[in-house]
């Protein structure tokens, strides 16, 4: 399952390539490329904060259940660890919009 | 994404929009405390109370994480904070231009903290002693590659702040402008209004969700955003500042069980 879905990856990146090539495009390369990037980096990004913020919203439930008491400690811990995590999905998102917005722009 | 966004409201000629209200957010600051500390009282009311409970739980973020010796940084701080958290709501309203959602802001508070906490760092304890500290507790031979990895953090630090921000910022905006695309006279309102029957059905059940959707979770989410934002610029500026004068402490007084 696993070859054929690396397989069916590498199919869908031909068809821009197809595309340019019954244009006939030679300068139009990095457009869809870009827009391709932009989409799929965000949204691995997106997955993958998801997983950690989910992993660390579970620790700090746990541990608040286990100490009731430092409960407003364990939650402001809590907050800056997910501002922390949700910043690298940020990070993505800008360099997303650069792709985007800059190459993304066919000058044709 | 300009031809998304519309302007705002009140333009300078020949000023950028994020510097036009920058002065803004400046007056409407300047001009709260200079209200509030008219006549100060002893037991406060009105106004006073009010910035007296946020200078107090800025007071309470400074004893938690620095100690309270770090009370004396409470101008830079409660600045930075509430200039941010000020700009990021300004940004909210439709019709005002977003101060931090332009690089430049964000930029030029995140510098002025990387300035700030190097500054406290190699005056409290001298610039040989700071830089020292650079290579951290590991053995001599790799002391230099210990230096280069935390320099190269150290420079990490003030792009993370302008990117964090300004990314979460841009992004509420973004998604905004896209909401506003899609309901446009192009989108649900269009079809809505198009005479059609299947028209007036998707449109009006479509319109009504998305207005639902956007006050009813995205503006809220936009505001928890803007607040929570410049609650970690500020966390991460006084934990920068506790990490430049906390080396004093492992070689000069006892470690005390509080810090």
């Known amino acids: 399952m696993r070859r054929s879905l ?9 068809f821009p390539t197809a595309a340019l090539a ?3 495009g030679t ?33 700090a439930v746990d541990a608040m259940a286990r100490q009731p008491g430092a409960a407003a400690r364990i939650q402001t811990a809590m907050i800056i660890g997910l501002a922390l995590i949700e910043s690298l999905a940020i990070y993505t998102l800008v360099i997303a919009l650069i792709l985007l917005f800059v190459k993304g722009i066919n000058f044709a | 994404m300009e031809a998304i966004e519309h302007p705002p409201i009140f333009r300078l000629p020949g000023i950028p929009d994020h510097v036009t209200y920058t002065w803004l957010v400046m007056i409407i600051l300047a001009g709260l405390t200079f209200v509030a500390s008219r006549h100060l009282q002893l037991v406060p009311r009105g106004l006073q109370n009010f910035l007296e409970v946020v200078l107090e739980q800025f007071l309470q973020m400074i004893d938690d994480v620095m100690g309270p010796e770090g ?27 977003g101060v931090t959602s332009n690089l430049n802001t964000n930029a030029a508070c995140a510098l002025v903290v990387f300035i700030a906490y190097h500054w406290i760092g190699v005056r409290k304890q001298g610039l040989i002693p700071y830089l020292k500290h650079f290579a951290g507790p590991v053995p001599l031979a790799l002391k230099p590659l210990m230096f280069v990895i935390e320099i190269i953090s150290h420079l990490a630090r003030p792009l993370s702040l302008t990117l964090r921000l300004f990314g979460n910022m841009v ?36 319109g009504l969700v998305t207005i639902v959707f956007t006050v009813g979770f995205l503006y809220p989410l936009k505001i928890l955003v803007a607040f929570l934002q410049a609650f970690i610029f500020v966390m991460l500026t006084m934990l ?20």
């Open chain 1, 6 to 14: 690396i397989l069916g990856g590498l199919a869908v990146l031909a």
């Open chain 1, 27 to 59: 300068g139009g390369w990095i457009a869809p490329f870009a827009v391709i990037a932009a989409g799929i980096g965000m949204a691995i990004a997106a997955g993958l904060c998801g997983l950690g913020q989910g992993r660390a919203v579970a620790s």
């Open chain 1, 22 to 24: 019954a244009e006939g």
């Open chain 2, 71 to 97: 009370r004396r940084y409470l101008p830079l701080i409660a600045t930075l904070g509430l200039f941010i958290l000020t700009s990021n709501l300004m940004g909210l309203v439709p019709g005002l231009a």
């Open chain 2, 240 to 259: 920068y500042i506790s990490g430049a004068i906390e080396e004093s402490e492992h070689h000069s007084e006892q470690h005390s069980g509080h810090h």
């Open chain 2, 171 to 206: 992004g509420g905006h973004i998604l905004l402008a896209v909401i506003f695309l899609l309901m446009g006279l192009d989108g649900l309102i269009g079809w809505a209004l198009s005479g059609s029957v299947a028209g007036a059905i998707i449109g009006g059940i479509g």
